[in-house]
């Protein structure tokens, strides 16, 4: 860090996903981890920061579970509409922070609810490379493994240059007014949005890469649960 004081900044968390990979009993974010739900972790990443102005988690309509959370009454989280993707759970969430108050620059840092695991140095080393960027940008991991393309047939077909590849991790941090255009005018376009730099590269700007942490997993398969557990009970 440069010395330089970290930016203000609002967090949006999409936790509306049914997690169907998981194939557990519940959706993934409520699953426990540690005396807590997953839900609940992600959110403690946030929460004691000084630079964060109000956090808003996108919820299914229906979800039975998040009301029994103790974070459900706390006043600095607030509850948004989600939808039937991903991107649509965003927008939502965008929504909810202008009737909070927030402002077309205002940063706001979306973080998937199923990555408990960002470590405060990673958030400060976004936030601090970040500050003074006209666009904003994520963190994200290098390739570390021998990349292979793969045929119809599922036999390699060649080996690809790891070199510019990197994996797009979360936070995703950009100011709420490009980002809220960028997300609706690429919907309308019918453009393939998996996260929001996918928005803003359809918009034709290019977010900046920052390297985090391998360990910032996103919790996508049973295996990643079990990985995480073990890593915790062992100390953090
Ligand atoms: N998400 C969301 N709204 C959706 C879909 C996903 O808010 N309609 C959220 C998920 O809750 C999660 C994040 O986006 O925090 C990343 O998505 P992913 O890991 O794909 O979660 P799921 O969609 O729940 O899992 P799966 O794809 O295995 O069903
Ligand atoms: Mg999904």
């Known amino acids: 860090m440069s010395g330089q004081s970290l ?3 609002w967090v949006l968390v999409p ?3 049914v997690g169907s990979r998981m194939r557990a009993d519940r959706p993934k974010q409520y699953l426990q981890l540690a005396g807590k739900t997953i839900l609940e972790h992600t959110l403690d990443c946030f929460l004691g920061h000084p630079g964060l102005r ?3 988690v996108s919820l299914a309509a229906d979800d039975p579970y998040w009301p029994t959370l103790s974070c459900a009454q706390d006043p600095r989280v607030r509850r948004a509409e989600g939808g039937r993707e991903r991107a649509d759970s965003v927008l939502g969430g965008l929504s909810r922070l202008i009737e909070l108050g927030a402002r077309e620059q205002d940063w706001v840092l979306v973080h998937d609810a199923a ?3 960002l470590a405060r140095s990673d958030l400060d080393l976004l936030l601090s490379e970040l500050a003074d960027d006209p666009i904003g940008g994520l963190l994200a991991v290098p390739a570390r493994d021998t990349l292979k393309r793969a045929g119809a047939d599922g036999r390699v077909l060649e080996t ?3 070199s510019p590849i990197w994996l797009a991790y979360t936070p995703q941090m950009f100011r709420l007014g ?3 255009r960028a997300l609706v005018d690429a919907l309308a376009a019918g453009a393939a949005i998996t996260d929001e730099a996918s928005a803003l590269e359809w918009a034709g700007a290019a977010p ?5 942490r391998a360990d ?3 919790i996508t398969r049973p295996e990643d649960l079990d990985w995480l557990r073990q890593r915790w009970s062992a100390g953090r």
């Not at 900046?208 to 985090?212: D, N, S, T």
Request: aromatic share 4%; net charge positive.
């Open 208 to 212: 900046r890469l920052i390297e985090g």
């Open 15 to 17: 936790a509306a996903g």
């Open 216 to 218: 910032n997993l996103k």
């Open 178 to 180: 490009p980002l809220r």
């Open 160 to 162: 690809v240059d790891r």
């Open 115 to 117: 990555r408990p695991n």
């Open 7 to 9: 930016p203000a900044f």
């Open 54 to 56: 109000g956090l808003v």
